[in-house]
């Protein structure tokens, strides 16, 4: 049966079973009980970052090009334009939570969402989920001149050259280029380094908390700190 898994599903049964075991060891070790749906989650969130820093070190390890080395840190839009920053985070309970956070040139907040979704293990897929989320608002919300950046530069790199894996996060990257292509509006897709995404990072960790919601007015008060930050250009 093994030699017949696919290289994610050995992934995580050996995540999972290493999670066992370090519980195991606790009972035995330190006398303390873990809930069997903690250690499930745990090990589900030590995939997710396993397979996002993976992927990112892959594209790295590549040779950059010159733009990339000026997205470490976000930046605003160009004038006249927005920016709307997207990032993807799996909850303990195994849905996605997506943060999307709009603003303008002169580094004021517009408005941001939250979306859920249930999830999988794909941590391309579920960043590719949440690039169609961020066209499904640009589109809702009548958009246009809007850059959409997010931190997966696989993603970016599939959807400007057009060119897509044989793969579910293949078909709705290839969806969101159709999308694009069609799009009266002028909508274009950059990457920026994970510190320069952080904003959109901790609202997609808060959709658990506010799922599906949108703000326009305000925003939620756990992006407060880091909406100032990137008003003041700190890095």
């Given amino acids: 049966m093994l030699n017949n898994s696919s290289s994610t599903s050995m992934q995580l049964i050996s995540t999972i079973t290493y999670s066992i075991w370090l519980a195991r060891n606790k009972k035995v070790f330190q006398n303390k009980y873990t809930p069997a749906d903690e250690v499930v989650a745990r090990a589900l969130n030590s995939l997710t970052e396993y397979q996002k820093h993976l992927v990112e070190y892959r594209l790295h390890s590549k040779q950059a090009t010159s733009s990339d080395h000026n997205n470490i840190c976000w930046s605003p839009p160009p004038l006249n334009c927005l920016k709307l920053n997207v990032d993807a985070h799996l909850n303990d309970d195994g849905r996605w939570g997506f943060g999307l956070i709009l603003r303008r040139t002169d580094r004021r907040y517009v408005g941001a969402a939250t979306r859920m979704c249930a999830g999988s293990h794909d941590v391309a897929m579920a960043e590719a989920t949440g690039l169609k989320q961020a066209l499904q608002f640009i589109e809702t919300n009548h958009l246009s001149n809007t850059i959409v950046e997010l931190d997966a530069k696989i993603i ?21 280029a159709r999308f694009l292509s069609q799009s009266s509006n002028t909508i274009s897709i950059g990457w920026v380094n994970r510190k320069g995404n952080t904003t959109a990072h901790r609202l997609a960790r808060w959709a658990l908390v506010e799922p599906n919601k949108n703000w326009f007015f305000d925003f939620p008060s756990c992006i407060q700190p880091y909406i100032r930050k990137d008003i003041g250009g700190v890095s």
């Fill in 156 to 176: 970016v790199q599939a959807v400007n050259c057009n060119k897509f894996p044989r793969s579910n996060w293949g078909r709705i990257a290839s969806q969101c």
